[in-house]
T-cell receptor, first 113, second 111 residues
């Protein structure tokens, strides 16, 4: 099946700094990618839809200025958590669809201290 | 997309079949039933999907009732590595559509 890769797998940053997470589709082109957030013992919550060459579409309640999404190519979307705070600590997961399936990255564990 | 209801948790003995139910009584005619699973601290993994006919692949079988209001995912011979949270999702099969996850079923396979 298709492969989606995220980087980094985990990151620890200081409060107030920004963190960038990359999501790559390795063997297919994805005009649309999706970003999810998952808190401990909870389900995945869709944050935004990343569209290649245009602005991302954010779910209700997600701050677009805090979670910056860039989808500059057909194989790469990035999520930047700006001015991160401890409450932003979470598991961030991206996905891309291909042939009616969604393929997910391995996730990025963000810890803000 | 239609809402789904799944039991919060289930146990299954190793080597036995695991049957995971899902209710989707408001499913529309063009919505597919998808199953994904998530092993702890990993991204979700695709298992199987179907529209109205039963489906089988190397991982599992999907049984959809004739009225399509419910379905069952069957893992024929559960192993310890099948311990995970299983998500049943209904959505239109379109590569541009996002997936909305419910609470899922936490399956524990017991030795």
């Amino acid at each position: 099946g298709a492969v989606v890769s995220q980087h980094p797998s985990w990151v620890i940053c200081k409060s107030g700094t920004s963190v960038k997470i990359e999501c790559r589709s390795l063997d297919f082109q994805a005009t649309t990618m999706f970003w999810y957030r998952q808190f401990p013992k909870q389900s995945l919550m869709l944050m935004a839809t990343s569209n290649e060459g245009s602005k991302a579409t954010y779910e209700q309640g997600v701050e677009k200025d805090k979670f910056l999404i860039n989808h500059a190519s057909l194989t790469l979307s990035t999520l930047t958590v700006t001015s991160a705070h401890p409450e932003d600590s979470s598991f961030y997961i991206c996905s891309a669809s291909w042939d009616a399936e969604a393929f997910f990255g391995q996730g990025t564990r963000l810890t803000v201290v | 997309d239609a809402k789904t209801t799944q039991p919060t948790s289930m146990d299954c003995a190793e080597g036995r079949a695991a049957n995971l139910p899902c209710n989707h009584s408001t499913i529309s005619g063009n919505e597919y039933v998808y199953w994904y699973r998530q092993i702890h601290s990993q991204g979700p993994q695709y298992i199987i999907h179907g529209l109205k006919n039963n489906e089988t692949n190397e991982m599992a079988s999907l049984i959809i009732t004739e009225d399509r209001k419910s379905s069952t995912l069957i893992l024929p011979h559960a192993t310890l590595r099948d311990t995970a949270v299983y998500y049943c999702i209904v959505r239109v099969s379109n590569t541009g559509n996002q997936f909305y996850f419910g609470t899922g079923t936490s399956l524990t396979v017991i030795p």
